[in-house]
């Protein structure tokens, strides 16, 4: 069995590493999410020192997973009505995309190595998988 990693390299590390943000913008972004709240992610955003997609790169490596700018898409409101409203809301999730031929629905989410929000989306899709 595949062990998962104890620990996942941090949002910030991710982004000075790769020379996308300075570290005083780290740590404007951090006082200001101590003072505000949010994520450092969204008050990176909100300031302009990171554009989204540079964000979403910085985020695929963090969960090692794929990542899509979600601002440039069209998303088929067929695709939207795939899940629940209340439920999309609620667990601050966006599907996106669908692949009838394999009967894959692609989600946009926070974390998408939340085990019980893949468990509780399957069950909500039926017969369709979750990426």
Do not use: W
């Not at 409203?85 to 394999?102: E, G, H, L, T, W």
């Amino acid at each position: 069995m595949k062990k998962k990693p104890t620990t996942k390299a941090r949002l910030d590390e991710i982004l000075v590493q790769e020379g996308l943000v300075t570290e005083e913008q780290i740590k404007e972004a951090l006082m200001r999410q101590k003072a505000f709240g949010g994520k450092i992610g969204s008050q990176l955003l909100y300031h302009r020192f990171i554009d989204e997609a540079s964000l979403v790169k910085a985020l695929t490596r963090q969960f090692g997973s794929e990542g899509v700018v979600l601002s440039n898409l069209q998303i088929p409101k067929e695709v939207i009505e795939m899940i629940p409203r209340k439920i999309a809301v609620s667990r601050r999730i966006i599907p996106f995309d669908y692949d009838a031929n394999n009967k894959v629905l692609k989600i946009a989410c926070e974390d998408p190595t939340n085990e019980s929000l893949v468990k509780e989306l399957k069950f909500i899709v039926k017969k369709k998988k979750i990426k």
